[in-house]
């Protein structure tokens, strides 16, 4: 294989950077979520490199985790936007103010 | 490995993981129980949920016999460091199910998927004390974190605490993400994710350091959020006030010192080669002490600064357990047993202390229905009884004498003092914050004991003697504490000894 | 260059603009178009990483069930497209700032570093779902039966917190 794994992780770290600039400049409570999934796949994406490079499944099996507990966190995570949007009708983390940001 | 060894090894497990099956097992009980119960009959699941909390406290106990071993193919460990952790997590969350039961906050609220969430946290805060693999804890740091979510919600009605979950939740699942991509980058420079062989393998080759410590720093993001230190601390206040006291006080103590179990744990084991005499130096390359003490110098000042200018007690509250982390992270940088043996004895004081704080929040705002410290004015002559008590509490968190916290503080700053010229600059920063910290606290000590009240308060308030008992059982540990700490100290000591090689 | 070079070059890119449209977009539903298209991008890579498995439940877990219910949370707390989103200008320099500093940060990391090397493996190709399903029952038992518990845990509040009254 000519791709040399630097080539993932220089990938994965653009994906990785994508997703913080989404977490650091939407104020969409949805749309931060995405961006934190992007970041996830970013983490995904280096450890299947890895796992594919020291030629063990460990690093696999860790991305099927990471995967499960994303699902948790998104389900709990669009409850409580549904939750909050039934109170207040808006999801922008701006209009969100009661308590400071 | 052969297969058969390995499923012979988690079969032989399970008699080792017989606290977190209770645990698990009482969650599927509750479940039941909920399903089963009439409504006016929901208070029985409290008493459910305390007696699983005993049962595995018991268990916990017998577990004392068994030394230190590493149990399902290295995933979690069984030591006195563990069990310690484990019996602080269980006394504090049998300590909040006693909080809920009087709660009027919760009145009225379904009491099943509380119970049944409380447990889970429960559980997980026993898996973060005792995890030695990456994957277990990010699984053990995830599960907190999620039970947690939840229950920071759980006056989902109330604009305050679902949009204190909601903000939870995204600093949650972002630390996560930054922690996440730090694992990834120590399994690509070791190519394991077994914290000793991560230990062996990094103390034998010189990794680059630069990786290294980019690895280090993005997971204390995850670690850092647990802990709410400085700078990730900001979920911290708005979930301390929005979430139901009771939740409150636990968050305050449980996934904290949770937090505090996992970094020692790993850091000790992982980043650190051992030496003598029961200190440990720091890998080649990375100097974390130094990053974790300037850390927890940030924390304690931020912590305490802004408690200041805070009107709610809640809030304030919130802001003084930040800053209290950071005092718990002094035994951490020191890279010795004296340090960690601080930290653990500290913690617990910590928990006394604060539950009771936050226990006389909740009798106050049942009886006069507000946090805000203008509310507290003339207490001690409406309600003598919590008034005296918070005193009590208050002067414990300052670190004055006769108390436990004035112990914890003595053995912290014996330990800093006792650990070289490295960190005096440390000592000196938080015995400045200590005198900020007296400010504060002593704003809420002036307005419940000196100044007047508004007139059109009533003249006495009745404090019901379930409150009064739960108040007694936290004033008196927290005076003895302070005057024959020896068994406490005895226990800690025992416990510094974890699981350090296979 | 041979074909798979020009295969990851053309998924790399793919992912890479995807996930820059879900960013950039001001229209939610485009946010989660480039989402999927990212998502689906990464499982191509998956593929020539050799993870079958892994790209196979991406598919499934990502595309599948998380961005579905992301849409659901577009679709029950908006009325679609009608409210306007803007981007704070005020935080977006310092946010950029601050992030092309992580970036450069993260470039040296991955350049300068020897990562660990193990001389290749045959490149021939093993299917990895036995031994993944393999692994989960033995060496990761234990983690594997802890998120079935979380799991549970975070239906339950989902649910909890979802549902109308207290």
Same mark, same amino acid.
């Given at each position: 294989?000519?791709?040399?794994?630097?080539?993932?992780?220089?990938?994965?770290?653009?994906?990785?950077?994508?997703?913080?600039?989404?977490?650091?400049?939407?104020?969409?409570?949805?749309?931060?979520?995405?961006?934190?999934?992007?970041?996830?796949?970013?983490?995904?994406?280096?450890?299947?490199?890895?796992?594919?490079?020291?030629?063990? /499944?460990?690093?696999?099996?860790?991305?099927?985790?990471?995967?499960?507990?994303?699902?948790?966190?998104?389900?709990?995570? /669009?409850?409580?936007?549904?939750?909050?949007?039934?109170?207040?009708?808006?999801?922008?983390?701006?209009?969100?103010?009661?308590?400071?940001? | 490995?052969?297969?058969?060894?390995?499923?012979?090894?988690?079969?032989?497990?399970? %008699?080792?993981?017989?606290?977190?099956?209770?645990?698990?097992?009482?969650?599927?009980?509750?479940?039941? !129980?909920?399903?089963?119960?009439?409504?006016?009959?929901?208070?029985?699941?409290?008493?459910?949920?305390?007696?699983?909390?005993?049962?595995?406290?018991?268990?916990?106990?017998?577990?004392?016999?068994?030394?230190?071993?590493?149990?399902?193919? $290295?995933? +979690?460990?069984?030591?006195?460091?563990?069990?310690?952790?484990?019996?602080? =997590?269980?006394?504090?969350?049998?300590?909040?199910?006693?909080?809920?039961?009087?709660?009027?906050?919760?009145?009225?609220?379904?009491?099943?998927?509380?119970?049944?969430?409380?447990?889970?946290?429960?559980?997980?805060?026993?898996?973060?004390?005792?995890?030695?693999?990456?994957?277990?804890?990010?699984?053990?740091?995830?599960?907190?974190?999620?039970?947690?979510?939840?229950?920071?919600?759980?006056?989902?009605?109330?604009?305050?605490?679902?949009?204190?979950?909601?903000? #939870?939740?995204? #600093?949650?699942?972002?630390?996560?993400?930054?922690?996440?991509?730090?694992? %990834?980058?120590?399994?690509?420079?070791?190519?394991? +994710?077994?914290?000793?062989?991560?230990?062996?393998?990094? !103390?034998?080759?010189? &990794?680059?350091?630069?990786?290294?410590?980019?690895?280090?720093?993005?997971?204390?993001?995850?670690?850092?959020?647990?802990?709410?230190?400085?700078?990730?601390?900001?979920?911290?206040? $708005?979930?301390?006030?929005?979430?139901?006291?009771?939740?409150?006080?636990?968050?305050?103590?449980?996934?904290?010192?949770?937090?505090?179990?996992?970094?020692?744990? =790993?850091?000790?084991?992982? =980043?650190?080669?051992?030496?003598?005499?029961?200190?440990?130096?720091?890998?080649?390359?990375?100097?974390?002490?130094?990053?974790?003490?300037?850390?927890?110098? !940030?924390?304690?000042?931020?912590?305490?600064?802004?408690?200041?200018?805070?009107?709610?007690?809640?809030?304030?509250?919130?802001? %003084?357990?930040?800053?209290?982390?950071?005092?718990?992270?002094?035994?951490?940088?020191?890279?010795?047993?004296?340090?960690?043996?601080?930290?653990?004895?500290?913690?617990?004081?910590?928990?006394?202390?604060?539950?009771?704080?936050?226990?006389?929040?909740?009798?106050?705002?049942?009886?006069?229905? %507000?946090?805000?410290?203008? $509310?507290?004015?003339?207490?001690?002559?409406?309600?003598?009884?919590?008034?005296?008590?918070?005193?009590?509490?208050?002067?414990?968190?300052?670190?004055?004498?006769?108390?436990?916290?004035?112990?914890?503080?003595?053995?912290?700053?014996?330990?800093?003092?006792?650990?070289?010229?490295?960190? #005096?600059?440390?000592?000196?920063?938080?015995?400045?914050?200590?005198?900020?910290?007296?400010?504060?606290?002593?704003?809420?000590?002036?307005?419940?004991?000196?100044?007047?009240?508004?007139?059109?308060?009533?003249?006495?308030?009745?404090?019901?003697?379930?409150?009064?008992?739960?108040?007694?059982?936290?004033?008196?540990?927290?005076?003895?504490?302070?005057?024959?700490?020896?068994?406490? &100290?005895?226990?800690?000591?025992?416990?510094?000894?974890?699981?350090?090689?296979? | 260059?041979?074909?798979?070079?020009? @295969?990851?070059?053309?998924?790399?890119?793919?992912?890479?603009?995807?996930?820059?449209?879900?960013?950039?977009?001001?229209?939610?539903?485009?946010?989660?178009?480039?989402?999927?298209?990212?998502?689906?991008?990464?499982?191509? @890579?998956?593929?020539?990483?050799?993870?079958?498995?892994?790209?196979?439940?991406?598919?499934?877990?990502?595309?599948?069930?998380?961005?579905?219910?992301?849409?659901?949370? *577009?679709?029950?707390?908006?009325?679609?497209?009608?409210?306007?989103?803007?981007?704070?200008?005020?935080?977006?320099?310092?946010?950029?700032?601050? *992030?092309?500093?992580?970036?450069?940060?993260?470039?040296?990391?991955?350049?300068?570093?020897?990562?660990?090397?193990?001389?290749?493996?045959?490149?021939?190709?093993?299917?990895?779902?036995?031994?993944?399903?393999?692994?989960?029952?033995?060496?990761?038992? @234990?983690?594997?039966?802890?998120?079935?518990?979380?799991?549970?845990?975070?239906?339950?509040?989902?649910?909890? @917190?979802?549902?109308?009254?207290?």
């Amino acid at each position: 294989m000519e791709i040399p794994i630097s080539y993932y992780l220089l990938l994965s770290g653009i994906l990785f950077t994508i997703g913080v600039v989404g977490v650091l400049t939407r104020r969409n409570a949805i749309v931060v979520f995405m961006s934190i999934e992007l970041m996830l796949n970013a983490v995904n994406l280096t450890l299947v490199a890895f796992s594919k490079q020291f030629n063990s /499944l460990d690093g696999q099996i860790f991305v099927f985790f990471v995967m499960v507990v994303a699902a948790a966190e998104v389900a709990v995570g /669009l409850a409580l936007i549904v939750a909050i949007f039934r109170l207040k009708q808006t999801v922008s983390i701006d209009k969100i103010n009661i308590m400071k940001w | 490995m052969n297969p058969s060894e390995i499923i012979q090894n988690n079969i032989n497990s399970l %008699s080792y993981f017989l606290p977190e099956l209770i645990l698990t097992g009482m969650i599927v009980v509750l479940i039941i !129980a909920d399903l089963l119960l009439k409504k006016e009959n929901s208070a029985w699941t409290s008493l459910l949920a305390l007696g699983g909390l005993v049962i595995a406290f018991v268990a916990v106990l017998n577990q004392y016999d068994l030394g230190s071993r590493s149990i399902f193919n $290295d995933m +979690l460990a069984v030591d006195p460091f563990a069990l310690y952790f484990k019996l602080l =997590f269980l006394t504090s969350a049998a300590f909040v199910v006693l909080l809920s039961i009087g709660s009027v906050e919760l009145a009225g609220r379904p009491v099943g998927e509380y119970f049944t969430l409380m447990t889970a946290l429960t559980l997980g805060l026993f898996l973060m004390a005792s995890a030695t693999n990456l994957i277990t804890i990010f699984i053990s740091i995830e599960f907190v974190s999620v039970t947690s979510f939840i229950l920071a919600t759980y006056l989902k009605t109330r604009r305050r605490s679902s949009e204190a979950g909601l903000k #939870y939740t995204i #600093y949650g699942a972002f630390s996560s993400g930054l922690m996440l991509y730090g694992i %990834s980058i120590l399994y690509g420079l070791t190519g394991t +994710l077994d914290i000793y062989e991560i230990g062996t393998k990094l !103390a034998a080759s010189s &990794a680059n350091s630069l990786a290294l410590l980019i690895s280090i720093i993005l997971m204390l993001a995850g670690f850092g959020y647990k802990l709410a230190a400085v700078p990730f601390h900001f979920w911290a206040p $708005d979930v301390y006030e929005g979430a139901p006291t009771p939740i409150t006080a636990f968050f305050s103590v449980g996934p904290k010192a949770a937090g505090f179990a996992l970094l020692i744990r =790993f850091f000790n084991v992982a =980043f650190a080669t051992e030496a003598t005499n029961g200190e440990w130096a720091a890998i080649a390359g990375v100097n974390w002490s130094q990053l974790l003490a300037v850390v927890a110098a !940030a924390t304690m000042t931020l912590g305490n600064l802004v408690a200041i200018v805070q009107k709610n007690v809640k809030r304030l509250l919130a802001y %003084s357990s930040i800053a209290h982390a950071g005092y718990a992270l002094m035994g951490v940088v020191l890279l010795s047993d004296q340090g960690v043996y601080a930290t653990l004895f500290y913690l617990v004081v910590y928990y006394l202390m604060n539950i009771g704080a936050f226990l006389v929040v909740i009798v106050v705002q049942d009886l006069v229905g %507000s946090e805000s410290i203008d $509310d507290y004015k003339g207490l001690i002559w409406r309600a003598p009884l919590p008034a005296i008590a918070m005193g009590v509490f208050l002067f414990s968190l300052t670190g004055l004498p006769p108390t436990a916290g004035f112990i914890g503080k003595f053995y912290l700053f014996a330990a800093l003092i006792k650990g070289g010229p490295g960190f #005096y600059w440390l000592a000196v920063v938080a015995i400045i914050n200590s005198v900020i910290s007296l400010y504060y606290y002593a704003r809420i000590l002036k307005a419940m004991y000196f100044d007047q009240q508004d007139e059109k308060e009533p003249a006495s308030l009745a404090v019901s003697p379930y409150y009064v008992v739960l108040l007694i059982a936290l004033v008196v540990p927290t005076i003895f504490l302070g005057v024959y700490w020896a068994p406490l &100290a005895d226990l800690a000591n025992y416990s510094v000894e974890f699981l350090r090689a296979l | 260059m041979s074909l798979f070079d020009v @295969i990851f070059y053309l998924f790399a890119a793919f992912t890479l603009a995807s996930a820059a449209l879900m960013v950039v977009s001001k229209n939610i539903v485009h946010s989660a178009v480039g989402l999927l298209f990212s998502f689906f991008g990464v499982a191509g @890579i998956y593929v020539l990483l050799a993870a079958d498995f892994l790209a196979v439940v991406q598919v499934l877990v990502y595309v599948g069930g998380i961005l579905i219910l992301l849409l659901f949370g *577009v679709m029950l707390t908006q009325r679609i497209t009608s409210v306007d989103m803007r981007t704070g200008t005020l935080q977006l320099v310092p946010a950029i700032l601050a *992030v092309a500093g992580i970036f450069v940060i993260l470039f040296r990391v991955i350049r300068t570093t020897s990562w660990n090397i193990v001389p290749e493996a045959e490149a021939q190709f093993i299917p990895t779902a036995e031994k993944i399903g393999y692994l989960l029952m033995t060496d990761f038992l @234990i983690p594997f039966e802890i998120v079935s518990v979380l799991l549970l845990a975070a239906l339950i509040g989902a649910a909890f @917190i979802a549902r109308k009254g207290t």
